[in-house]
Nanobody
């Protein structure tokens, strides 16, 4: 059974940083691309970043490019998102998901999410 459990969210002031984590189980972690998604209040799920297998390539949506870094530890089955220079618009529930930008919706596996609130 696929499980994705996010942690690390919280309340942070504008300009601050957070590191999100995702613990995965139930599948061969090293064999799949992984993404971070987010859902802002009143909006749908939005893809924001992906890391392909072997940590070879990473991609980001424009709104977070330069402020976020995705990484993975295949030995621990962990996915991370380091976020910096946070803005109020980054307030959302953040989810990790199996798949890349083009495939996560079809694969349909993401966690319950961790809440990030950016406010002074």
């Amino acid at each position: 059974q696929v499980q994705l459990v996010e942690s690390g969210g919280g309340l942070v002031q504008p300009g601050g940083s957070l590191r999100l984590s995702c613990a995965a189980s139930g599948f061969t972690f090293s064999n799949v691309a992984l993404s971070w998604l987010r859902q802002s209040p009143g909006k749908g799920l939005e893809w924001i970043s992906e890391m392909l297998t072997g940590s070879a390539s990473t991609y980001y949506t424009a709104s977070v490019n330069g402020r976020c870094t995705i990484s993975r530890d295949d030995a621990k089955s962990m996915l991370y998102l380091q976020m910096s220079s946070l803005k109020p618009d980054d307030t959302a529930v953040y989810h990790c998901a199996i798949g890349a930008e083009a495939t996560w919706t079809r694969l349909g596996s993401w966690g319950q999410g961790t809440q990030v609130a950016v406010s002074s």
